[in-house]
C-alpha cells in the first residue's frame, strides 16, 4: 500500500458483515479507514461509526479515510448525525486529515458532500476528497499541507 503505510488489519464487526468494513494503516501515523460495502439502517451506521471512532482511540490514529464508495442511501438524520457526533469526534481524538472517496451514487455524492462542506466549515480538520484509494491512505497520514 504505498511507500508510507502498512495495513495492518481489516474488520468487520460480527453483527455488521455486510455493511462495513474497517482497516487500520499504520505507518509515520496511524489512519483508520471505514469502508461502506451498503446500506446499513441508522442504528447499524450508528454503532459502526462508533467502533470506528473506539478503534481510532485505541489505536491512536491520526487520519481517517471514508470509503463511501460502495455506501447505499444515506438518511439525512444519519448525515446530520455525522456531523454533530463523529466530525467532532475526530478532531477530539487528534485526527488531523479526513479523506473521503465518494459514493458512486450521484445523489449520495451531491448530499454527503454538502453536509461534509458545511460541516467541515467550522472545524480544524483538513478535509479532501479522492478516487483512488492509495493516494487517499497516503494523504491521510501526511503531516503538512500539500
Same mark, same amino acid.
Given at each position: 500500500?504505498?511507500?508510507?503505510?502498512?495495513?495492518?488489519?481489516?474488520?468487520?464487526?460480527?453483527?455488521?458483515?455486510?455493511?462495513?468494513?474497517?482497516?487500520?494503516?499504520?505507518?509515520?501515523?496511524?489512519?483508520?479507514?471505514?469502508? +461502506?460495502?451498503?446500506?446499513?439502517?441508522?442504528?447499524?451506521?450508528?454503532?459502526?461509526?462508533?467502533?470506528?471512532?473506539?478503534?481510532?482511540?485505541?489505536?491512536?490514529?491520526?487520519? +481517517?479515510?471514508?470509503?463511501?464508495?460502495?455506501?447505499?442511501?444515506?438518511?439525512? !438524520?444519519?448525515? !446530520?448525525?455525522?456531523?454533530?457526533?463523529?466530525?467532532?469526534?475526530?478532531?477530539?481524538?487528534?485526527?488531523?486529515?479526513?479523506?473521503?472517496?465518494?459514493?458512486?451514487?450521484?445523489?449520495?455524492?451531491?448530499?454527503?458532500?454538502?453536509?461534509?462542506?458545511?460541516?467541515?466549515?467550522?472545524?480544524?480538520?483538513?478535509?479532501? !476528497?479522492?478516487?483512488?484509494?492509495?493516494?487517499?491512505?497516503? +494523504?491521510?497520514?501526511?503531516?503538512?499541507?500539500?
Amino acid at each position: 500500500m504505498g511507500d508510507h503505510l502498512n495495513s495492518i488489519f481489516a474488520y468487520a464487526s460480527p453483527r455488521r458483515l455486510s455493511i462495513s468494513e474497517y482497516h487500520l494503516h499504520m505507518g509515520p501515523c496511524n489512519v483508520l479507514e471505514t469502508e +461502506w460495502l451498503g446500506f446499513a439502517g441508522t442504528s447499524d451506521f450508528q454503532h459502526v461509526i462508533t467502533e470506528a471512532i473506539a478503534l481510532a482511540r485505541q489505536h491512536g490514529a491520526t487520519g +481517517w479515510v471514508a470509503d463511501d464508495r460502495h455506501i447505499g442511501p444515506v438518511r439525512p !438524520k444519519n448525515m !446530520k448525525w455525522v456531523a454533530t457526533h463523529l466530525l467532532p469526534a475526530l478532531v477530539e481524538l487528534g485526527i488531523s486529515r479526513f479523506a473521503l472517496l465518494e459514493s458512486a451514487e450521484t445523489m449520495n455524492r451531491f448530499l454527503i458532500g454538502s453536509m461534509y462542506q458545511e460541516a467541515l466549515a467550522e472545524l480544524p480538520l483538513e478535509f479532501r !476528497k479522492f478516487t483512488d484509494v492509495e493516494v487517499a491512505r497516503n +494523504w491521510a497520514c501526511a503531516q503538512s499541507a500539500d
